[in-house]
Every structure is written in structure tokens, then in C-alpha cells.
């Protein structure tokens, strides 16, 4: 048990269907994160909602939606996608302080085995 | 962009013996982190060192950092089967107003033979 609960742990999906990604945090953290982690490469921030306000988007293609209705759940919406998106998604939690002092330790799910078609 | 970057990409030891993996880094750091991932989980946080310290313990776990080399070491002393698994350094890069993001290496696959 992480605290952090990913849903789906596996979706295969052609390149013109619609889904999303569930994160779900129960830790009463204040920043949550969607990375992509491909095979031999470093794992790749997506997005950042810090206090529930994206705040960094690392010019990921606007076929990946990132919606952060409160914050404890964080979605990641899914349209159109490329066989390049295979990968595995992970969310990420924090409790990062208003100092700006460096990153805070995440605690991460166990992420969506994404698969297209 | 990369910022940490583990060595050995690979390192397979027998049960008991010590694993030392390396993390070199190229710009200035508030914290540098470690984190463990075994196949098909999420990552686990391990242990976070700050600039100013030199050392940390954490039960088997010893981290050295050098600010000076941009350089951090991981050691697992006794080292056990279950402590198979990719081990990842991550540093904070500061992206403006305020805000860090954390970068992680490629990783160091560590493998332990009963």
C-alpha cells in the first residue's frame, strides 16, 4: 500500500479512442505529478499541479490532458494517441513547502501500462 | 534535461556481499534523492540528502554526497535477494518562480544472487 492508487494497471487502446488515466492520493500531499517512464530512458516529468494550479507542463503534446479537480485525484486524459505514448505512467504525490528549498520525497503509484495499437 | 546520471547501468552481486552505486549530477542542488523501483512498481523513495550534509544512514542504506565532484554514492551493506531493483538518483532543477522539478537518471539495475 503507497497511498498512491492508479487506475487502470493495464489499457491497450487504438490511436483514435478516448480514455483516462485515475490517480488518486491519500496522503493529504499538496502537489501531485504525471511522469512517463519508456524503456532506457529517464523517467520524464509531464505535468505538476502544485496547491491544485498546474504549474509546469514540459511541453507535452496536447493529445495528454491533465485534470486536477481537487487535491487529492489528478486525471490524465488520452486522445488520439501514438504507438511512441507505449509507456508506463506514473503519478506522484508531495508535500511541498511554500520556501522553495528543492524538491520534497514523492510517493509514487504503481502506474498504467499503457499499450497502443 | 538529464541531470543525474547513475554508474554502473548494470551491477549483479551475490547475496551478502555490499552494491555501490555512483551518481554524478551537473548543475547545483538543494537535495538530491535516491529512490528504488522494483519491475512493474511504482518508485520507492529511499533516502534524501541536502547540499549541506555529507552523509546519511538509513538501516543498510549509507548515501555520501560531494558537492564539490557533483557526486553522490548509494551503499547496501549485507545486500539480500529482495533488495533486487533498479535504483534511481534524482536532483532538484529549478524551473522558475519559485518552483524545482525533480529529474531522475537512467537508473542502476542492481541484481542480487541468492
Known amino acids: 500500500e503507497t497511498g498512491v492508487t492508479q487506475t487502470p494497471r493495464h489499457l491497450v487502446m487504438g490511436m483514435t479512442n478516448k480514455k483516462s488515466l485515475k490517480c488518486e492520493q491519500h496522503l493529504g500531499h499538496n502537489a501531485m505529478y504525471w511522469y512517463k517512464q519508456s524503456a532506457k530512458k529517464p523517467l520524464e516529468l509531464m505535468f505538476v499541479y502544485n496547491f491544485k494550479e498546474q504549474t509546469e507542463n514540459n511541453s507535452v503534446p496536447s493529445r495528454f490532458s491533465p485534470e486536477c479537480p481537487n487535491s487529492s485525484h489528478l486525471f490524465l486524459h488520452l486522445h488520439t494517441l501514438q504507438p511512441e505514448d507505449s509507456a508506463l505512467y506514473l503519478c506522484?504525490?508531495?508535500?511541498?513547502?511554500?520556501?522553495?528549498?528543492?524538491?520534497?520525497?514523492?510517493?509514487f503509484g504503481d502506474g498504467t501500462r499503457l499499450s497502443i495499437l | 534535461s538529464q541531470q543525474g546520471e547513475e554508474d554502473p547501468q548494470a551491477l549483479s552481486i551475490q547475496e551478502g556481499e555490499n552494491a555501490t552505486m555512483n551518481c554524478s549530477y551537473k548543475?547545483?542542488?538543494?537535495?538530491l534523492q535516491w529512490y528504488r523501483q522494483n519491475s512493474g512498481r511504482g518508485l520507492v523513495h529511499l533516502i534524501l540528502?541536502?547540499?549541506?550534509?555529507r552523509e546519511k544512514h538509513s538501516g543498510r542504506l549509507r548515501v555520501t554526497l560531494d558537492t564539490s565532484k557533483k557526486s553522490s554514492s548509494l551503499l547496501i551493506t549485507a545486500s539480500r535477494a529482495a533488495d533486487t531493483a533498479s535504483y534511481f538518483c534524482a536532483t532538484d532543477l529549478y524551473s522558475g518562480a519559485g518552483s524545482y522539478q525533480l529529474t531522475f537518471g537512467k537508473g542502476t539495475k542492481l541484481s542480487v544472487i541468492p
Open positions: 548543475t547545483s542542488i538543494n537535495n
Open positions: 506522484a504525490s508531495s508535500q511541498e513547502s511554500m520556501r522553495g528549498n528543492g524538491n520534497q520525497p514523492q510517493h
Open positions: 540528502i541536502r547540499s549541506n550534509e
